[in-house]
């Protein structure tokens, strides 16, 4: 089993607490066909020397967040109650009800929402300026606009987010796609826990230590939405555990212990 951010007592040696150097992600200038780089000219869109101007009117189609703490949890995982991100989220949930006790949480889980598939209709309708969208359109792009009004909504963000295939789940990585781009929500001064698991090991010597690319990924995703304050539980071999090789709860125990002492205020003195 390996955690970067175990705390000291429960694997000595690890980074404590999952606190990571902040890291600055440019703006990226995506890389647009001719065709649809003249539908932004037609548009108005201003495309800047060093990246693209987000477009305000999407933005302000969003209503502000309250001021009320919020929580957004994100689940990926298909196995339901058997999964361990799944576990692991709903204890982060359980110790920040406990810390925010007039706090909301908002729970979203992909793999049981609809999520309209990428087309063509839908990424017409996305790069076409609010005003001038058609009834159908709007439509169309409901559900982007739900999910980019969560991450508005919530201050902090709890994700388990399982590794399939060396990426994030196919379900995951829908939801992303419905927010992220240049017109997507900018989500600055948010804090965001990811709970990645993983069947294999990627441990030293696992053959695997180059392999970790769910965090890597999340890091450039999230950084270049504005999301500076981020922080990773990983959590590898659980393969063992679905073997019934290891205890699940000993297993979980120094998981638990870290997302613990992400939450400080809630773990009882003494
Ligand atoms: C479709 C699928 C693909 C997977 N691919 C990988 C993989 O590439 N690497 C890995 O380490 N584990 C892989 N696994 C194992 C899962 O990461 C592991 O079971 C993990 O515990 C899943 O998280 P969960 O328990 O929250 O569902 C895969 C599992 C599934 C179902």
Do not use: C
Not at 83 to 91: K, M
Not at 167 to 186: M, Y
Request: charged share 25%; proline share 7%; no cysteine.
């Amino acid at each position: 089993m390996q955690n970067e951010n175990a705390p000291a007592a429960a694997a000595p040696g690890f980074r404590r607490a999952g606190i990571h150097p902040r890291r600055k992600v440019g703006a990226e200038r995506l890389p647009l066909p001719r065709f649809t780089r003249s539908m932004y000219s037609m548009f108005g869109l201003a495309i800047v020397e060093f990246g693209i101007s987000v477009r305000l009117a999407d933005v302000r189609t969003l209503t502000e967040r309250t001021e009320m703490a919020t929580l957004l949890r994100i689940d990926s995982s298909p196995i339901g109650e058997a999964s361990i991100s799944r576990e692991l989220a709903a204890e982060f949930e359980r110790i920040w009800r406990r810390a925010n006790p007039d706090g909301r949480v908002i729970a979203r889980d992909v793999t049981t929402t609809a999520i309209p598939t990428v087309t063509a209709a839908w990424v017409a309708a996305h790069y076409t300026p609010a005003e001038s969208r058609a009834r159908e359109q709007h439509e169309l792009l409901r559900f982007t606009q739900e999910i980019a009004q969560e991450l508005l909504d919530a201050d902090e963000y709890v994700m388990g987010v399982p590794t399939h295939n060396w990426g994030p789940p196919a379900s995951f990585k829908l939801w992303v796609d419905h927010f992220t781009s240049p017109f997507g929500p900018r989500l600055e001064g948010k804090r965001a826990t990811f709970i990645i698991t993983a069947g294999r090991s990627y441990g030293p010597g696992s053959g695997n230590e180059e392999r970790r690319h769910v965090e890597p990924w999340l890091r450039t995703l999230f950084g270049g939405l504005g999301v500076a304050d981020v922080h990773f539980v990983f959590v590898d071999a659980t393969a063992q555990v679905f073997r019934g090789a290891v205890d699940r709860a000993e297993f979980l125990g120094p998981h638990v212990e870290v997302i613990h002492a992400m939450i400080p205020q809630a773990v009882p003195s003494g």
